[in-house]
């Protein structure tokens, strides 16, 4: 059929009528005379309310090649597939992080426990050492000082190890609870396609 004719115009105007959400091919004629905008269209798969529309601009001699209604099935139900197979993959990479991340939780939490131990020991020991030097005429200002200044950094390091001991912890138990909801909306997004995937009757077209 010649481009541009009453004819051409007349079929392309009768598609897009008949199938607003279908969908069609941008075709040229090919020659050195299609616009260098056009060129870069041709071949590319668009819907028929996409503007420009082939043949719709003045002199244009584009034209609409439709896709079949099958094509575009198929082709909506490989994108879904591929979706798929990203969002199980996705799943197992956070179902993997989420063991390891259990796999730290307790000894995390027996770290912590330690290091509390530890801080108790050393508290108790330091409160001891200052009762003891509570009657300075026992050891004497200096020793009093002595114990004070030998004695506080001790507690203190001991009371850091705590502190970031429980912020590990409390890490592992902030990515636990971030993978788990992750999981939850990956498994709830996999669920969506797979009713998508029966609906859209996936496993007769492909
Ligand atoms: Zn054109």
């Known amino acids: 059929m010649r481009p541009n004719d009453e004819t051409h115009n007349a079929l392309n105007d009768l598609l897009r009528r008949q199938d607003r959400n279908g969908k069609c091919i941008w075709r040229t004629v090919g020659d050195n ?8 269209l041709e071949g590319d798969e668009r819907s028929w309310v996409q503007s420009p529309e082939p043949g719709e601009e003045e002199n ?13 099935r198929k082709n909506a139900c490989k994108d879904l597939l591929q979706n798929l197979r990203i969002e ?10 989420l063991s390891k991340a259990i796999a730290k939780h307790n000894p995390a939490l027996k770290d912590w426990q330690v290091a509390v131990k530890k801080y108790k ?18 050891i004497g200002v200096l020793g009093t000082v002595a114990v004070l ?18 912020d590990r ?3 592992i138990q902030e990515n636990i609870a971030y993978l788990q909801k992750q999981i ?5 997004e996999i669920k969506k396609l797979e009713k998508d995937k029966t609906d859209m009757k996936c496993d007769e077209l492909i």
Do not use: M
Request: aromatic content about 6%; charged content about 30%; glycine content about 2%.
């Open 33 to 40: 005379r299609v616009r260098a905008s056009h060129a870069a």
């Open 60 to 72: 244009c001699r584009c034209w609409a090649e439709v896709v079949p209604e099958i094509v575009i």
């Open 88 to 97: 199980r993959s996705t799943l197992e990479g956070l179902t993997n992080d």
């Open 121 to 138: 020991e050393i508290l108790i020991k330091y409160i001891q050492d200052a009762s003891s030097v509570a009657d300075p005429s026992k």
């Open 149 to 166: 200044v030998f004695e506080y950094p001790e507690v203190q390091a001991a009371q850091e190890k705590v502190d970031a001991a429980k």
């Open 169 to 171: 912890y409390i890490g």
């Open 184 to 188: 939850d909306q990956v498994i709830k």
